[in-house]
């Protein structure tokens, strides 16, 4: 049940971001609503999967030219790391060998999962987890 509910949280937050960037997330209402920590929050989402520099500026519904601007932040503090080029596209991900991140991830599963476990415990025959 926990799994199917990470995923429906998962395609919610994806729904959310492509339709509007109204609906925020927990972890950006707790640390505020940034273009770094909206390009945190979706590879936090999106777990090991690799994206290129325009994916990444399209789902965190920020633009290409404001993830430009903060990028040099994100490989100096080993946020991201580049994982792979497919022709001229260069694909990056969130670096989980970073200890920081680490901490990140696993507080991010347990508050997801533990709102989905809420919700459920309040509407046991109810599974969307909405």
């Known amino acids: 049940m926990r799994r199917y509910c990470l995923k429906i949280e998962r395609f ?10 109204q609906n925020k997330s927990l972890f950006i209402e707790f640390m505020g609503d940034s273009p770094t920590i909206r390009v945190m ?5 999106m ?3 690799d994206f290129s520099i325009t994916d990444m500026a ?7 030219a404001t993830l430009y601007r903060i990028w040099d932040n994100l490989i100096k503090n ?3 790391v580049h994982t792979r080029d497919i ?13 920081k991140i680490k901490k990140l991830i696993i507080r991010n599963s347990w508050t997801r999962a533990s709102l989905c476990a809420s919700r ?5 025959w109810n599974m969307n987890c909405s």
Do not use: C, Q
């Open 12 to 21: 919610k937050y994806e729904l959310d971001s492509k339709i509007t960037m």
């Open 41 to 45: 929050d979706y590879l936090l989402t």
């Open 47 to 49: 777990g090991e999967l």
């Open 58 to 64: 399209e789902n965190a519904g920020i633009g290409r």
């Open 78 to 80: 080993s946020i991201i």
């Open 87 to 99: 022709g001229k596209a260069k694909l990056f991900k969130l670096n989980t060998e970073n200890p």
């Open 120 to 124: 459920s415990h309040r509407s046991f």
